[in-house]
């Protein structure tokens, strides 16, 4: 809001000194009139006096020096004092003038004081200005202070709060870093998918396939040019290849397993993980057919089921079986081949 310019400090003071000069130059006036009041008077004396001296010159002769010598000093007394009167009034023209002088002087004075005045009120009006943003700003930010000190506050009570509530203890398991072995000896199949696991019958399969190739021997053209299907056994079927091979003797042939497939029947094979880890279930029952000093365990994972391997890894060790891990591309069967690779168990 735009305030009032304030009216100059000078402006009573200046007609003050108006008023004194307005009335010294009325009493010069008064005194010149007094003085030439007194002049004329004297002249009209001396014109007087000229007039009997005059006269009593053209009567009496005699008496000429005495008249004029009274006559001349009255008149030279009135010259003097009128030189007087002349030259105060000199010095009284000399004095207002000075005194207009002084008070021109003033007058430039008080508007130089006045300007300083205005400048000084608008640079005060600006700094009160500024105070009183500066002021507004403070107390804006006297208020955020003031509501992060609560929150903080709210912080700190939430923290001593969640520290008071007892929390379960986190169980932190520790698995050593496993030495892997080829593995030579025993070995059983398991296969784990969409969270299931069920026996994967390789022996048994085997069996039957070398049973029937004894029982249906023909040419070996007949023999190798085709692929063999055994099964259903446990829910699976082998789809297995034959090559012929150097015998011992010179001239003879014989015929080892090249390649074989074990393809599931169904879709849910096996048993689910929770129900496998119960003592009674039939994951456990097949694992007690053997011998775990002497057995090697092979899992074949499949993609949607590598989280659930580690349970039964735990689970295998702990009744003393090694184990070996094949993880499987999704859709692909579980196969064997005598250019493969053997498991290597835990």
Do not use: C
């Not at 108006?18 to 009041?37: A, M, P, Q």
């Not at 034959?242 to 042939?253: D, K, M, Q, S, Y």
């Not at 090249?258 to 029952?285: C, I, K, V, Y």
């Not at 011998?291 to 074949?300: G, N, R």
Request: proline share 5%.
């Amino acid at each position: 809001m735009r305030r009032s310019t304030p009216e100059p400090i000078e402006a009573g003071g200046q007609d003050s000194f108006v008023d004194v000069v307005t009335n010294l130059v009325g009493i010069l006036i008064v005194l010149i009139l007094i003085v030439g009041v007194r002049v004329k008077p004297a002249g009209r004396a001396g014109n007087a006096a000229e007039r009997v001296v005059a006269s009593k010159s053209a009567d009496a002769p005699s008496d000429s020096g005495m008249g004029d010598g009274g006559g001349t000093s009255a008149l030279q007394n009135l010259q003097t004092t009128a030189a007087g009167v002349e030259h105060d009034i000199h010095d009284t023209a000399n004095q207002i003038t000075s005194l207009e002088r002084e008070a021109a002087r003033r007058a430039v004075e008080r508007d130089r004081l006045a300007t300083l005045v205005v400048a000084s009120q608008r640079v005060l009006d600006e700094h009160r200005d500024k105070l009183a943003s500066s002021a507004r700003a403070d107390f804006e930010l006297r208020q955020q202070a003031s509501g992060l000190e609560a929150e903080v506050q709210h912080s700190r009570q939430e923290l001593a709060a969640a520290n008071d509530e007892r929390r379960p203890p986190i169980e932190l398991k520790h698995y050593l870093t496993p030495l892997s072995r080829t593995v030579f000896g025993k070995e059983v199949h398991f296969r784990l998918a969409e969270g299931r696991i069920v026996y994967v019958p390789f022996e048994e399969l085997a069996e039957r396939a070398k049973s029937e190739i004894h029982t249906d021997a023909g040419s070996l053209s007949d023999l190798t040019d085709h692929v063999h299907t055994v099964g259903p056994f446990g829910g699976f079927q082998m789809e297995f290849t034959l090559t012929a091979t150097p015998g011992r003797n010179p001239g003879e042939v014989g015929i080892q397993m090249n390649e074989a497939r074990f393809t599931s029947l169904g879709g849910n094979l096996g048993e689910l993980l929770a129900d496998a880890m119960q003592p009674a279930s039939e994951f456990h029952r097949r694992l007690a057919q053997f011998d775990a000093s002497q057995t090697t365990v092979t899992v074949w994972v499949y993609p949607e089921s590598f989280g659930d391997y580690r349970p039964i890894n735990d689970d295998l060790s702990r009744l003393g079986f090694a184990v070996a891990a094949r993880p499987m591309p999704a859709g692909q069967a579980i196969g064997a081949s005598e250019h493969g690779t053997r498991s290597a168990a835990e």
